[in-house]
C-alpha cells in the first residue's frame, strides 16, 4: 500500500514545478520592470532621428505649421519601428530656445524626449525622438497588457501561480524555520515593508 504524501511535499513538488514553470516570464517582468522603474531617466531608451528642410529664416508664428507639413510627409518615417512612428505625431509645441541661429521645440504633452529644432540660416529641421528599441519595447508593452492584449491571458495566469507561490511557501518548511516560527516574522515585515512605501 502507497504511503499517503504529507500536505507539505505535495506543496513542495508544486512549488518547485510551477517555480521552474514561470522562469521565463519571470526574467520578462523583472526586466521590464526595473526599466519601467527609471523610465523618467531614459535609461533604456534610444534616440532616432528624423530630417527635413523647408524655406529659411521663417517667422516663428507660422514655423510650426511649416514643420506640421514638412513630417507629415517625410519618407524617412518608414525606416522608423511602427511605435516610434506612433510616437513621432507632433502633437504639442512647447518654446525652448529662440536665438539667431536655430529655434528648438519640446514636442507633447507628457515632456517625452521629442525636439525639433530649425537652423534658420539653413532651413534644415532636425526631428530627435528618444524611444525604446523594438525588443525593449515589446518587454515593456507586455508588463503593461490590458485585457484586450493576448499577453493578459498569460499574465493573468503567472498572478495565480504566483499568488499559489507564495501561500504554498507557508506549508512547505516545519520546525525552527517554518511559518510558524521565522517565517511569520519574516511575512509581517514584507507586508510592513509594502505598506510603508505606499504611503510614503
Same mark, same amino acid.
Given at each position: 500500500?502507497?504511503?499517503?504524501?504529507?500536505?507539505?511535499?505535495?506543496?513542495?513538488?508544486?512549488?518547485?514545478?510551477?517555480?521552474?514553470?514561470?522562469?521565463?516570464?519571470?526574467?520578462?517582468?523583472?526586466?521590464?520592470?526595473?526599466?519601467?522603474?527609471?523610465?523618467?531617466?531614459?535609461?533604456?531608451?534610444?534616440?532616432?532621428?528624423?530630417?527635413? =528642410?523647408?524655406?529659411?529664416?521663417?517667422?516663428?508664428?507660422?514655423?510650426?505649421?511649416?514643420?506640421?507639413?514638412?513630417?507629415?510627409?517625410?519618407?524617412?518615417?518608414?525606416?522608423?519601428? =511602427?511605435?516610434?512612428?506612433?510616437?513621432?505625431?507632433?502633437?504639442?509645441?512647447?518654446?525652448?530656445?529662440?536665438?539667431?541661429?536655430?529655434?528648438?521645440?519640446?514636442?507633447?504633452?507628457?515632456?517625452?524626449?521629442?525636439?525639433?529644432?530649425?537652423?534658420?540660416?539653413?532651413?534644415?529641421?532636425?526631428?530627435?525622438?528618444?524611444?525604446?528599441?523594438?525588443?525593449?519595447?515589446?518587454?515593456?508593452?507586455?508588463?503593461?497588457?490590458?485585457?484586450?492584449?493576448?499577453?493578459?491571458?498569460? =499574465?493573468?495566469?503567472?498572478?495565480?501561480?504566483?499568488?499559489?507561490?507564495?501561500?504554498?511557501?507557508?506549508?512547505?518548511?516545519?520546525?525552527?524555520?517554518?511559518?510558524?516560527?521565522?517565517?511569520?516574522?519574516?511575512?509581517?515585515?514584507?507586508?510592513?515593508?509594502?505598506?510603508?512605501?505606499?504611503?510614503?
Amino acid at each position: 500500500m502507497k504511503k499517503k504524501k504529507k500536505l507539505s511535499t505535495i506543496f513542495r513538488n508544486w512549488h518547485r514545478d510551477l517555480g521552474y514553470l514561470v522562469i521565463g516570464i519571470t526574467i520578462v517582468y523583472s526586466i521590464s520592470g526595473i526599466i519601467l522603474s527609471v523610465r523618467d531617466l531614459h535609461l533604456f531608451e534610444k534616440e532616432y532621428i528624423l530630417n527635413a =528642410a523647408i524655406e529659411k529664416n521663417i517667422q516663428e508664428k507660422e514655423l510650426q505649421s511649416e514643420i506640421v507639413l514638412a513630417f507629415s510627409e517625410n519618407e524617412q518615417k518608414k525606416n522608423l519601428p =511602427a511605435h516610434i512612428i506612433k510616437k513621432s505625431v507632433l502633437n504639442k509645441f512647447e518654446l525652448l530656445e529662440n536665438n539667431n541661429e536655430f529655434i528648438k521645440y519640446q514636442i507633447s504633452r507628457k515632456k517625452d524626449m521629442k525636439f525639433i529644432t530649425y537652423y534658420k540660416n539653413s532651413g534644415e529641421i532636425i526631428y530627435s525622438i528618444s524611444g525604446y528599441p523594438t525588443f525593449i519595447n515589446s518587454l515593456v508593452k507586455a508588463h503593461k497588457s490590458s485585457s484586450q492584449d493576448k499577453w493578459s491571458y498569460l =499574465a493573468l495566469a503567472y498572478s495565480v501561480i504566483l499568488l499559489f507561490l507564495a501561500i504554498s511557501a507557508i506549508f512547505m518548511v516545519k520546525g525552527k524555520y517554518g511559518f510558524k516560527e521565522r517565517g511569520i516574522y519574516l511575512t509581517l515585515f514584507g507586508i510592513a515593508l509594502v505598506v510603508l512605501f505606499l504611503y510614503l
